[in-house]
């Protein structure tokens, strides 16, 4: 299925930094989620963001919702070793549809 | 956030054989819930959206007489890989979405993940 165009593909930072990465589409979503995924795992909801240029924060993630509805970034400030994983994108294109449609993720090496 | 827990987390099994693996969610009813499959290094690929009560719908590509879910209750869905073979080896992931008037509406919540080996 489609998926959304997620980048970086991999990160190699240096603990302390800062890291951003974003997700966009040819096609309007009306949610996005951001997901991270450590190995061998499941993912974990991070941000959900439901509004067209939402900025929302949890901790040292802040996450925004284009105002376009064809982006999304996500940032970490700070970065530390645990913020190790790979990062994935989710959206939905019809409001209220469960069905998510996933970038192809975003994996973040630090190193201390 | 609400949990959703997968059971096994991992399974070993000889060719041919088929294997069940089981979808809760625990401390919400979840009216639909998916399934999932991760190769190495890459996404998440939808197989099929399971409806609780109702027969699933299949992605395509994904063959429904190989990949059978059944989502009897609203807290539990399994996938049975029948007469798996070595390509079926896979990372399977479920998700659960709260069903409404749950306070969680939008969010979807994952499995821990079962890792399948079919020697």
């Known amino acids: 299925g489609q998926q959304l165009n997620q980048s970086p593909q991999s990160m190699f930072i240096q603990e302390g930094e800062d890291v951003s990465m974003n997700c966009t589409s040819s096609?309007?979503?009306?949610?996005w989620l951001w997901y991270k995924q450590d190995p061998g795992e499941g993912p974990v909801l991070l941000i959900a963001l439901y509004k067209a240029g939402e900025l929302t924060s949890n901790g040292r993630l802040t996450a925004q919702f284009g105002i376009t509805r064809k982006d999304s970034f996500l940032n970490i400030s700070a970065s530390i070793p645990s913020d190790v994983g790979i990062y994935f994108c989710a959206g939905r294109r019809i409001q209220g549809a469960q069905k998510l449609v996933f970038g192809q993720g975003t994996r973040l090496t630090i190193n201390p | 956030g609400a949990v959703v827990s997968q059971h096994p987390s991992w399974v070993i099994c000889k060719s041919g054989t088929s294997v069940k693996i089981e979808c809760r969610s625990l401390d919400f009813q979840a009216t639909t819930m998916f399934w999932y499959r991760q190769f190495p290094k890459k996404s998440l690929m939808l197989m099929a959206t399971s409806n609780e009560g109702s027969k699933a719908t299949y992605e395509q590509g994904v063959e429904k007489d190989k990949f059978l879910i059944n989502h009897a209750s609203l807290t539990l869905s399994t996938l049975t890989v029948t007469s798996a073979h070595p390509e079926d080896s896979s990372f399977y992931i479920c998700s659960a979405s709260p069903a409404t008037g749950q306070g969680m509406a939008g969010e979807l919540f994952f499995g821990e993940g079962s890792r399948l080996t079919v020697l």
């Open positions: 096609s309007i979503f009306n949610t």
